[in-house]
């Protein structure tokens, strides 16, 4: 008996980390996060294997500079970034009780697929996962502009606002 429940727990084991040591399937994500009141963007492009951040200057004669660069990233958290379903994905996802603000365009590709998101004012909980990956990593200077809790309470308020008429 005693043999038998430690060849199970054995198999457990092995399975368990055989599945854990599969590649993470190769995609590229790139959010372009805008500040148009400045006239540039930064363009953050996560691969499975390096996360780039490029500053887009949208002057005339302003050339595009990298500003940060790495290739130490959690690949726990990069594996479920992997696994975004593209078909899953709207093109387009907006609060319409706000018209400025927090406005971001995603890209991703995956399996010679290529789908453009845009986020406007919006939450989502497996595109908010991103953000949350990259500004985990990058130093604090190149962070994206993120409130989960805000975007969140924006919504649900314009929910109220939107049942109220």
């Known amino acids: 008996?005693?043999?038998?429940?430690?060849?199970?727990?054995?198999?457990?084991?092995?399975?368990t980390f055989?599945?854990?040591?599969?590649?993470?399937e190769p995609f590229e994500l790139s959010i372009s996060d805008y500040?148009?009141?400045?006239?540039?963007?930064?363009?953050?492009?996560?691969t499975n294997e390096k996360l780039t951040i490029t500053f887009r200057g949208e002057l005339e004669n302003e050339k595009d500079s990298v500003l940060y660069s790495t290739?130490?990233?959690?690949?726990?958290?990069?594996?479920?970034?992997?696994?975004?379903?593209?078909?899953?994905?709207?093109t387009d996802y907006r609060n319409d009780c706000i018209e400025d603000g927090d406005i971001k365009s995603f890209t991703i590709k995956k399996?010679?697929?290529?789908?453009?998101?845009?986020?406007?004012?919006?939450?989502?909980?497996?595109?908010?996962?991103?953000i949350e990956l990259i500004n985990g990593i990058v130093p604090e200077k190149y962070e994206m502009n993120y409130d989960k809790a805000d975007l969140i309470e924006e919504?649900?308020?314009c929910e109220k606002y939107k049942n109220v008429e």
Request: net charge positive; hydrophobic share 35%.
């Open 1 to 15: 008996m005693r043999n038998s429940i430690g060849l199970i727990t054995l198999s457990v084991l092995v399975f």
């Open 18 to 24: 055989s599945c854990n040591n599969k590649p993470i």
């Open 35 to 46: 500040n148009y009141s400045l006239a540039y963007s930064v363009l953050y492009t996560l």
């Open 71 to 90: 290739s130490k990233l959690p690949k726990r958290q990069l594996k479920k970034i992997s696994e975004i379903n593209i078909g899953s994905l709207k």
């Open 111 to 130: 399996d010679s697929i290529s789908k453009t998101v845009h986020l406007s004012n919006y939450y989502h909980p497996e595109l908010s996962r991103v």
């Open 155 to 157: 919504m649900k308020n």
